[in-house]
């Protein structure tokens, strides 16, 4: 989407944020200035006072910038819509190395089911690089959030799995 940048942001509202690595959240004030460092698959890692946050994408708006929803064909097919998932997928990255989580070969398995209404439920699973990854619950929740804005997708389950072990 952006990829890597040094541009300078000053938060509009309040916005939830994950210091990074350890995963812990916390509010950054409105007015709160730093720079975006890495705007890539719609979340955003910033450097504020010595310190990388990831800002999820659905609060571009405080840093100046629109999400943006991924785009489905008309009359999409559950196969069309799996493509789109695993694109979005690919835009869910470590926070840390600007790697996406299915080049990592983090997922491991992504099932779609027509809900019989035009609607669908999906199911996947993923690991982490290492069990004690501080950010594991943010990379779950990153994936989850990149599914759910996803045209037609009624319900998203993401289960954190560690065997097979990823390596």
Request: charged share 20%.
């Amino acid at each position: 989407m952006f990829g890597h940048t040094n541009e300078p942001f000053s938060l509009t509202r309040d916005v939830n944020a994950v210091i990074i690595p350890a995963g812990e959240e916390l509010t950054l004030r409105t007015g709160t200035s730093g720079f975006i460092t890495q705007a890539l698959g719609g979340s955003f890692t910033v450097y504020v006072e010595g310190n990388l946050f990831r800002v999820s994408g659905s609060d571009a708006d405080a840093l100046g910038k629109e999400p943006v929803p991924p785009e489905i064909p008309d009359n999409a097919t559950d196969a069309d819509i799996e493509a789109v998932i695993w694109e979005q997928l690919k835009t869910c990255y470590d926070p840390e190395i600007p790697v996406d989580i299915v080049n990592l070969g983090l997922v491991y398995r992504c099932d779609v089911t027509p809900l019989g209404n035009g609607e669908r439920s999906v199911a996947v699973e993923m690991t982490l690089t290492a069990p004690g990854c501080g950010m594991g619950d943010i990379l779950v929740a990153d994936a989850r959030e990149k599914i759910a804005i996803i045209p037609t997708i009624a319900d998203v389950s993401v289960e954190l799995v560690f065997d097979p072990p990823w390596n």
